[in-house]
């Protein structure tokens, strides 16, 4: 895409970003648009990568909260949501709030975890509240988490239901850095690390204002026929027990209205739709087991998918 | 179809009686050129459906009202007494049925002319909605004024049809009725409401050029056309007729014989069926005069003498003597053309068709034409009572000494010979009948001189006469090959070259049997190949006597020689001919020009035998356009975005942006820069001009992207990016 007419506000965070971050633009970028849209993040990927500097430094370019909960076996739903615990000098329970009640929370090795503390925090994402002793407790917006697990492979993991990944918008990996990149690594490594300096580019206030403006980007009937048409393919899919859901479709819908507006278009393109497909969807395939035997993955499923489905190239006949 | 608009003002019922005076150009022709008659009847319902359609009755209403008149029309028409006592209901209920069974069978011919008529007013109907529809919904008429001028002028090119008057009012009324429609267009697209100034200042100029370009073409010189006329030739070629003698002849009956010679191709269409007890030849009509080139009337034509159901029939034929011995014989004939004249046979007493039925001949031809209610009428049968004649040789050898009995100027009249006559004509006819010296004598042998072999018979192989030429000397001297109209004009040349009055008689052979069918009668049926023309030599108390000179042929024509004795070899001259007589046809013809019978019975027959006869050539037609597409098609990398910079130069229009777009991807995925189904324009962009080494198809495809995905066009997107456009449509071609 044409980096020229990105959104100068946007174009500052990544740059930001970049600052901290090598060689993964993409990533940001991605981590970004679901930020905008209002939705989350799963990054799957092995430790080490950087996935914690990603999020910290997003974090701190928007001067959001940023929370971090590690997730093991032991965790229990209360340290995600927070407890009352009771004040014996005030004599009554008072409400200690958890690392869910931040803006930016990055949720590390979420398929450690028993999905019982899972699911509080999954409720926490698809309600924006969490409720504790019969209170309910809004979460502060902007609320963006990114959970990061572990290649499912791996074990000592609670996968996490194909319910709970729908409320993922994204689905991204981080992937190694290339060899000149990581070597930028290592140089950076021996100074002091640059995460500490990173100044805010953006306040809250603004992150909500353009969150409110990215509703207002134009999705044509055509695009809307497009994303419907390679939702409805993946659902014929041979290789595919379960398609993407109609929520995945509004997902690919939002995520483009956001990556549209972050390269400054007030409209999105099959472009948009083609670039952000891929993200939006793979989670919320499940494949046949045959298929999974043959090594085809859900990020080959929707590349077909998307070759296949003709490009709307005129405007609808109504 | 949406149901149409009703509007009731002044410029609608000034469209619809505009739209009516344009339907009414298609009425009139009708009138003139077919036996349609009481075209009023048809006229009236024009009106009434219009009005019906001007006040936006409803359509149960109207279709009551129309089939209600459609009803009474028929009647009025067809049918006796009263519209109310319904017993001519029955009758229609069953001639429908009946039509309904010959369509089926698809007997056109034989479908009522009642049912005609219905079908007619169907045919009304259908246009009146579509007038409607095209003036008040479509608000566009340029195509049903261009059809009626093609109509119009194709009709005044081939049929009598006189159209100059025609062109004029319609090319008047087709303005009128486009540049109202195209203010109403106008206010349309511009959502303008109507107002009375506005249309004013419309509606003036437009009279004001209408009337001033049709006085300019009516005050303007007019040019000949530069080029000669293309016409004839495409009558020649395309309807095989055309009596001017070029090109190739069709066969069948015609009216125009002042131009003979030239090829001429079979037709089988069949003219009429006959039962009869003996065959003979029919005749239709008799010429007089030989202008050297072909056969006209001495007399005015057009004169007529009617005659009554028992009155005698004023043709001349045999006169009635003791020297001739007549049979009496009947004979049935079933027409299958829509002619009004009447085949007859030599000795004609009697014509017994409907009662209602009178004649009238016409004198210069002595052609038989029925009339109903003074009007031309093609006779479906009819009866022919007939004497057969048997010609006394001894009385025949006489008759040439009473020469002096015939009045000077009917002798005038059949031994007329143009004066351009070459003399070794004469001579011949001298050369051939010296030895002789009675009149039947000299017809015989004259008969006989075109039996030798020197003279062929043939179709294809004639030449027509030069400007300096004479058709007979031309036949008897230099080609000495043609068929019936070649040997039967120069037969009545020579006999006249040596004083016997002789005429030139058209009409049929006795055609091809058929079948027995009891009690001594036999079927033949007669083709437009059995066309024919013969001679007919007077002798003075006998009458006129057929003779026969074509090779092949033979009139059986009856001479008893018992009496004659001497002449005992003679009959065989007529008798073997039977054996060498293969039904050929003969006698091309002309044009088809003939007013009265132009039908579309006849026009269908035309139509169905210029495919029989030339499938050949419009196979090959078909077949080369067929190339022709082809080849275009294959190359159309050279030419169709020349066509598609020519189509959208003009144009400042936006909406055309997108469609030149979509012409500009098609074009490049002939030119084999394909797009893949799941590529974007954006990605499909790149690589075009990467292709190209451009930026052209990015700047293009970025102002369209915004077309479809946004549903926005800035104005004057067209404009801005025609160049872009034009330059890479360009680099399509081949």
Redesign the interface.
Known sequence: MDRNHMHPAIERVLGNIEKVMIGKRDVAELSLVALLAGGHVLLEDVPGVGKTMMVRALAKSVGAAFKRIQFTPDLLPSDVTGVSIYNPKEMEFQFRPGPIMGNIILADEINRTSPKTQSALLEGMEESSVTIDGVTHRLEKPFFVMATQNPIEYEGTYPLPEAQLDRFLLKMKMGYPDIADEMEVLNRAQRIPPIEDLEPVMDLAELRSLQKEIKEV?V?D??KRYIVEIANQTRNHSSVYLGASPRGSIALMKAAQAYAFMYGR??????DI?YLASAVFVHRIILRSEAKFEGITAEEVVERV??????????LVK | MSSPKVQIDFVSFLLYVLGFFLLWEWLRPVEELTDTSNIIVFLVFLILSLLLAFFGVSLLLSSFIKVLYILYALHYLYFEGSFFDFSWIPVFAADMAHNFGLIVERDWPGITNLFRSLLFFILLWLMTYLIQYWLINRRRIFIFFFMTLIYITVLDTFTPYEADAAIVRTAITGFAVMGILTFNRLMDQEGLKKEASLSRKWMIPLAALIALSTGLGFAAPKAEPIWPDPVPFIKSYGQNSGGDGQGIQKIGYGEDDSRLGGPFIGDNAVVFRAEVESRHYWKVETKDTYTGKGWVTSQAEGEYLPFGNEDEIPVSSFIENDAIETTEETSSVYTFMNYPHVVYPLGLKSINASPFITYEVETATEKIRSLDGGRPFALDEYKLGFDVPEYSVTAMKEAGAKAESLPDDYMARYTQLPEELPERVRELALEITQDKTDWFEKARELERYFRRAEYTYSQTDVAVPEDNEDYVDQFLFDTKQGYCDNFSSSMVVLARSIGLPARWVKGYTEGEFKQSIGSGLRLFEITNNNAHSWVEIYFPEMGWVPFEPTQGFNNNVQFNFDTAGQNASQPEAEEPKETEAPVKPDEPTETVAEKPSFSIKELWGNIENFFKENWKVIGAVILAAGVLVFVLFLKRGKWLPHYFIWRFKKTKNDEHF?KAY?IL?KELDRYGLKR????????YAKYIDSFFSTKEMGRLTARY???????VLKEGSWNDTKELWENLIKKTIA
């Not at chain 1, 007030?266 to 472009?271: E, G, I, Q, S």
């Not at chain 1, 998307?306 to 405007?315: K, M, Y």
């Not at chain 2, 992207?705 to 549903?711: H, L, Q």
């Open positions: 134009h044509d055509t695009i007030d409209y999105v393109l099959p472009d083609q998307i070759a296949r489905v003709p490009v709307p190239v005129q405007r | 997108s979509l991807l893949k189904n799941g590529q974007t324009l954006r990605e992207e915004e077309f479809v995905y946004r549903g």
